[in-house]
Nanobody, 122 residues
Framework: QVQLVESGGGLVQPGGSLRLSCAAS????????MGWYRQAPGKERELVAI???????NYADSVKGRFTISRDNAKNTVYLQMNSLKPEDTAVYYC????????????????WGQGTLVTVSS
């Protein structure tokens, strides 16, 4: 019924920048918090940044000052601007959101995107 589709991943050199996008589509009634997670090879998935529908954003300590999360509620889209990238930022980045559908507008479903690979290497 609803899905999240990420884009913007790729290969970048250390110190470079990338911007990830994640668009929600389907019969959407409302979207609560939206966030980005990542999973590096051999490691568990971790929170990168999260942004509520209205309010203060939250970041992992490892990305504070380098990454910026934002959202466009009119487009049902969340972005992750990543600057000063490091090799340790290499991971598959996943979008996550709490979405209520037209069918049941009072129940929020946790929805995940398919992931987009970010590789930071020279």
């Amino acid at each position: 019924q609803v899905q999240l589709v990420e884009s913007g991943g790729g290969l970048v050199q250390p110190g470079g920048s990338l911007r990830l996008s994640c668009a929600a589509s389907g019969r959407i009634s409302s979207i609560a918090a939206m966030g980005w997670y990542r999973q590096a090879p051999g490691k568990e998935r971790e929170l990168v940044a999260i942004i509520p529908s209205y309010g203060i954003t939250n970041y992992a300590d490892s990305v504070k000052g380098r990454f910026t999360i934002s959202r466009d509620n009119a487009k049902n889209t969340v972005y992750l601007q990543m600057n000063s990238l490091k090799p340790e930022d290499t991971a598959v980045y996943y979008c996550n959101a709490g979405i209520a559908t037209m069918i049941d507008p009072y129940r929020y479903l946790e929805v995940w995107g398919q992931g987009t690979l970010v590789t930071v290497s020279s």
